[in-house]
């Protein structure tokens, strides 16, 4: 890894906001509401049948219930000025996901009674959309809507750059039902949310989960995955010691855990232990706490006793094929990948997907993904933008870009609709089943494009084997870090 990247980051992004022209003026707020599927009365949203009814969802909370009161100036647009206008739309998926978003754009452009037509790019990922964006919004040329991680929207926000969308949502004539809403699952949904403003509508969520060799494990003498750290750990260090005193040398060092580095895995450990770096999704900054020092020291144990590795080999598919490591981490879009390097390897073990392990036993996946949101312009094309985002929420919609990305679905309707996919791709499935009981939205600070880099680099430094710091430490400095890098990057 790159240590210098997140400064860097930082410079490039600094640069940009300064050519950045002032923001527009914020929206109105009502209060709120979603939907995905059911046109209003006079407002068709296409000429698409509608998928059939849904699974009643749990209430939603009462600050996300309808109460549309008057409607807003920026409401007030004839659909007839719709007619003709082209919006853009950017997203960060790449691979097989491209031509599923291109064909449910074309859908959108064929079927739209209004007569908008949308324009799509990739920006091949995630980060990229930050100075994809900025640049844009620079040379007067920003798209409309976005698909984007939702710390990024939350930092936008502070920047007045993103539509709230609490006044689409609870419109009459252009908005959703409250039962529409509660489809969604609540831990997604209010990851959008900032200050009772609904600013993004997630489009689709991962998580950090932990690739488990189920048959090695047995015959290590577990039985069951592990459900606290304490139980890792035993297991852990039980396949690091089988290949340490096994006739080869050259496994000796290897087996338990891969050392992985990267942030959601590090915000998943910190969540083992009852830890997160803000209270809430672009919540304010801090690392250092009691539960993440727990987190950082029961790594360094780990590394220190042979049980936690790290491996020449960025990609970890061989190792977990011949057994050299028992866990790795990843996400639910790598089971692919690794289903070709068992099958490589002529390895009939069985294998899964499990939560990481927390300290009273409860499974425990932290979520991040994308949302999609829309930039500021006017009253028509931000109008023309919630209708294309309904559009792309469609129950149907959800499940081809699940199936495209092998991510979460967002929704219990797209859950549902997922039946035949799991029952193809079980190892996948193993992690579905774990939505939404055991699903947490990582709780980020809206300068995560600057805070993520600093916890790997934190990460880094924890495990230097000559010159360990104490977990505390290393933290402080962490939560020091971010707030000098924005305050005196040039």
């Known amino acids: 890894m790159n240590r210098h990247r997140p400064i860097a980051a930082t410079y490039r992004l600094v640069a940009l906001l300064l050519a950045i022209s002032a923001a527009l003026a914020a929206c109105q707020t009502v209060t709120l509401p979603q939907a995905q599927e059911t046109p209003r009365p006079g407002t068709p949203l ?3 049948p509608r998928p059939g009814p849904r699974t009643p969802a749990p209430a939603v909370p009462p600050s996300a219930t309808p109460t549309q009161t008057e409607v807003p100036e920026h409401m007030l647009v004839d659909p007839q000025d719709l007619r003709g206008l082209e919006i853009a739309f950017w997203y960060p998926w790449s691979g097989e996901a491209v031509p599923v978003i291109e064909s449910m754009v074309a859908d959108f452009n064929r079927e739209n009674v209004w007569g908008v037509r949308v324009t ?4 091949g990922g995630g980060s990229e959309m930050y100075w994809e964006v900025a640049t844009a919004r620079a040379a007067d040329a920003a798209p409309d809507v976005i698909a984007a991680p939702p710390d990024l929207l939350h930092y936008w926000d502070t920047q007045q750059m993103v539509a709230d969308l609490t006044d689409y949502e609870s419109n009459p004539d252009w908005g959703f039902s409250a ?6 699952y609540p831990a997604f949904y209010q990851q959008d949310r900032a200050e009772g403003r609904q600013i993004g509508i997630p489009a689709e969520r991962s998580a950090r989960v932990l690739f488990y060799n189920k048959s090695w494990a047995r015959e290590l003498g577990f039985d069951q995955p592990p459900a606290t750290p304490a139980e890792f750990e035993r297991q852990a260090c039980a396949a690091a010691q089988a290949l340490l005193v096994d006739p080869g040398r050259e496994n000796d060092g290897l087996g338990g855990w891969i050392v992985n580095r990267d942030a959601m895995t590090m915000l998943s450990w910190m969540a083992a232990f009852g830890g997160a770096p803000a209270e809430e999704t672009g919540g304010a900054l801090r690392f250092n706490s009691r539960e993440s020092a727990q987190a950082f020291e029961y790594i360094r144990s780990l590394f220190d006793q042979g049980c936690a590795w790290n491996s020449r080999d960025p ?6 094929a011949t057994r050299r490591a028992l866990f790795y981490t990843g996400s639910p879009d790598q089971v692919r990948a690794q289903v070709w390097a068992m099958t490589r390897a002529n390895n009939s073990d069985q294998w899964g997907l499990v939560p990481f392990p927390s300290e009273d036993g409860t499974p425990a996946l932290v979520a991040s993904g994308f949302s999609y949101g829309i ?3 006017t009253p028509e094309r931000q109008l023309a933008g919630w209708l294309f985002i309904r559009h792309m929420l469609l129950t149907r919609n959800q499940v081809r870009l699940v199936e495209a990305n092998h991510s979460l679905p967002v929704s219990q309707s797209a859950q549902a609709a ?3 996919f799991a029952s193809r791709n079980p190892e996948w499935a193993a992690a579905l089943e774990l939505v939404p009981d055991a699903v947490q939205a990582a709780r980020v600070p809206g300068a995560w494009w600057a805070a993520s880099g ?11 084997v000559l010159t360990p710091v104490p977990a505390e430490t290393i933290l402080q400095q962490a939560d020091q870090i971010v707030p ?3 305050e005196h990057a040039p």
């Not at 039962?179 to 969604?184: K, N, P, T, V």
């Not at 600093?454 to 230097?464: C, G, H, P, R, S």
């Open 46 to 48: 296409a000429a698409t």
């Open 120 to 123: 799509a790019r990739s920006t």
């Open 179 to 184: 039962d529409e809403i509660a489809d969604f």
């Open 315 to 320: 990609l970890p598919y061989d190792y977990f």
């Open 375 to 377: 930039l500021r312009s």
């Open 418 to 420: 997922l039946t035949n």
């Open 454 to 464: 600093v916890l790997e680099d934190a990460t880094w430094q924890m495990l230097q």
């Open 484 to 486: 000098e890098m924005l």
